[in-house]
C-alpha cells in the first residue's frame, strides 16, 4: 500500500541541485527540488501530489494564521556508504504526527499518504541527500488549517506537505544554556508533548532575552515550582550523573523525542544505567559542586547530540566537564550516527531503505 500509493508526480523542469555547497550547509535554508502536498476537506484526504518546490497560496483568514492550528514533525535521511537512502524511524515520526493532530483537534494523516509520500518525494530527491559526515537530508512534515474563517472553532479543511533540506548539524559548537526560571514552555495539561508549531513561537522571547546576555539556549523548568527540568531549547534533556543517565519522564509538558527513545534503548544495551525520573535544578547544581555530574547533552533529531559546556542558574555559571570525559554521550550518540549512516547493523529495524 505504501510503496504503491498514487501520487500525482510533476517533476521539476530545472533542478537546483548543482547550485548547492554541501560542504557548507546552513540549518534549514536551502530546501530539495520537490514537495509533497495532500488536502483534506469534506471529511477526506484528497490524492497527494509532488511538485516543484515553490510557494503556496493562502487566504488572508486562513484559520491556521489566526488560532495556530498547525502542527509538524522533523525527521532525517542519511545516504550510506553503499548509497541506499535511509531513513530513521519514519514510523514514529507518523504516530507522533497524529498524536499532535488529535490533541489539536487536526484530522489524523494516514500512513500511506505519509509514509509513501515520505518514500516516493525521497526517491526522487535522493541525489540531495548529502553523504558527508553528520550531513542529512532533514525532512519537514507538517499539517496546517487552511478554512478562511475568522470564526473559532476547528478548521474543516487542511493541507499536509513535505518539504526537505539537506542540513549539516543545527549546533555547530557546545552550548552555555541557562535554566530558565521565570518563563513557562509548556504547563500541565497544555499543548507541550504536541509539536505544535505556537510552542517555538512562544519559546523565542524568553530565549532571545537569554540570548542578549551570551547564552545560547534555555533548559525549561516545570511551570508551577519552576524546581524540574524539562526541555532544553529544542531538544530532550540527559544529564549522567555518577554512572547514571537521567532524563525526565514523559508528561504532557514534554515532547517525546524520538532521539530520546533511541537513545535511551541503545544506552541501555550498552549496560548503563538509565533512570527516567523527575530531577531538580538543585540536584543538577549540587552534581556539578560536588563532581559526580559527568554530563549533560540534549537530543534531538536537528540537534542529534548536543554537548552543553557551561550552565547558568540564578545569576550563576557552571563549567561542566570537557567533552573528552564524557563517555555515555559520545559512545552512544556515535552509536546512533553509525546505525543511522547504515555503518553498523540496524538490529533494531530503525531505518527505512529506498
Ligand atoms: C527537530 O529536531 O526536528 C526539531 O524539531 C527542531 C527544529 C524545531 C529545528
Known sequence: MIDTLDIEITPTSQSRLSQVDFDNLPFGKVFADHMLIAKYENGAWSRASIQPFGDISL??????????????EGLKAFKSESNDILIFRPEENWKRMNASAVRMCMPEVP??????????????DRNWVPNNS?????????????????GVRPSETYTFMIITAPVGPYYVKPLHLKIETEFTRAALGGVGSAKAAGNY?????????????GIDQLIWTDAKEHKYLEEA???????????TLITPPLKSTILPGITRKSFLELTKEAGFKVEERPVSAVEVIEAIQSGTLKELFGVGTAATTAQVEKLTFEGKTYDLPSNAHR????SIGQKLLRIKKGIDPDTHGWNMTL
Request: hydrophobic share 50%; aromatic share 10%.
Open 233 to 243: 531549547g529544542t531538544m530532550n534533556m540527559m544529564v549522567v550523573i555518577d554512572d
Open 201 to 213: 513561537g512562544a519559546a523565542m522571547y524568553p530565549a532571545m532575552m537569554a540570548q542578549k546576555q
Open 59 to 72: 487566504s488572508p483568514a486562513t484559520s491556521m494564521i489566526h488560532y495556530g492550528q498547525s502542527i509538524f
Open 327 to 330: 563517555v555515555i554521550s559520545n
Open 111 to 124: 500512513k500511506e499518504i505519509f509514509l509513501g509520500g515520505l518514500r516516493q518525494l525521497i526517491a526522487l
Open 134 to 150: 553528520e550531513s542529512a537530508l532533514y525532512i519537514r512534515p507538517f499539517l496546517f488549517a487552511t478554512d478562511a474563517m475568522l
